[in-house]
């Protein structure tokens, strides 16, 4: 290889990783501002009980339509949101935008809301929880905050702080993506969860997977012994539904039942069968 080469090739690579750069300065600005410009929305995903197909909730998922790129992917924009601290504003605006969209439901179904590490450890956030279900006039029971496993990491006592607060308050925890990333057992044991999500990727064809069917058959187990709900998220035939039915699985959720949609799709909506 000529030096010449070399050069050519690391000067495309720094200018490769300054166009990076640059991209995600421009889309943490335009994060900034995507709430006032109106381009955040809210798409709700039902939760289903798999005895009778009755809807028992809503997973609200945050979408954003950017006003160049159209469209972005939340697994993108999110991080983004996370790392600059924009989330503490948008995840605000989600929690108040979906509780008050549960309240108008006339039908007491649970909402599930995505939390952040970041809000879940600012200082104020079990008050503004509070606050934030009071003006709408939400019952805590009604709302159920999903956190993954990576919240608990950085400050585990502050973390245990928080969710017993919210606990008490009457808000449930789930713990979301349930055998990804930071998975420990000790932390159903150490944290107060009302129940537990596995990770669509076991999901994925648990019916014709071996390994995947061996742990999401061994979560529902875990489910029984520790008395916690065990909701299956990603389900998306009707052959790993047949799985979940058979190993005792109660709650579904995934693109079987619905895909997440405005909530005017929903609203007439009390139960879901699944269609292949
Ligand atoms: P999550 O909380 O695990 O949400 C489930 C994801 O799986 C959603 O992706 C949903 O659209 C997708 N999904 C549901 N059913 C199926 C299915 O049958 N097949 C497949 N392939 N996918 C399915 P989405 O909406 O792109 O969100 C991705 C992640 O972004 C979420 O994962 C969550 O971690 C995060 N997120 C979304 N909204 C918010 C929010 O308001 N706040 C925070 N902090 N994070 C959010
Ligand atoms: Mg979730
Ligand atoms: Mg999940
Ligand atoms: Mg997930």
Redesign the pocket.
């Known amino acids: 290889r000529s030096k010449t080469e070399g050069r050519s090739t690391y000067r495309f690579f720094e200018a490769a990783m300054g166009e990076e750069v640059r991209d995600r300065r421009i889309l943490e600005h335009d994060l900034r501002h995507a709430i006032a410009n109106g381009e955040m929305s809210?798409?709700y995903?039902p939760q289903t009980h798999l005895g009778s197909n009755e809807v028992t909730g809503f997973?609200?998922?945050?979408?954003w339509k950017h006003p160049a790129r159209g469209d972005m992917?939340?697994?993108i924009f999110?991080p983004i949101?996370?790392e600059s601290g924009a989330?503490l504003a948008?995840?605000e605006w989600?929690m108040r935008t979906a509780c008050h969209e549960a309240a108008s439901w006339g039908r007491p179904l649970k909402i599930a809301?995505?939390?952040?590490a970041l809000?879940l450890n600012s200082p104020d956030f079990v008050s503004l929880v509070r606050e934030i279900l009071d003006q709408a006039k939400l019952d805590p029971s009604r709302l159920e905050l999903?956190i993954?496993e990576s919240v608990l990491i950085r400050d585990p006592d502050r973390a245990l702080q928080t969710l017993t607060l919210l606990k008490a308050i009457g808000v449930s925890i789930a713990m979301?993506?349930f055998g990804t990333g930071y998975s420990s057992l000790s932390n159903l044991r150490n944290f107060p969860f009302d129940k537990i999500?596995i990770?669509?990727s076991f999901v994925?064809s648990i019916d014709v997977n071996m390994p995947a069917a061996a742990i999401v058959r061994a979560v529902l187990g875990l489910g029984r012994g520790l008395g916690l709900p065990v909701i299956a998220?990603?389900?998306?035939t009707s052959g790993e539904l047949a799985f979940l039915n058979a190993e005792g699985c109660k709650e579904a959720?995934?693109?079987?039942f619905g895909?997440?949609a405005p909530i005017e799709v929903f609203r007439a909506v009390t139960h879901v069968e699944a269609v292949a």
């Open positions: 809210i798409a995903q997973e609200a998922l945050l979408r992917s939340p697994a999110i949101a996370e989330i948008i995840g989600v809301i995505n939390v952040s809000q999903e993954t979301d993506d999500k990770d669509r994925r998220e990603g389900v998306e959720q995934g693109y079987l895909r997440p």
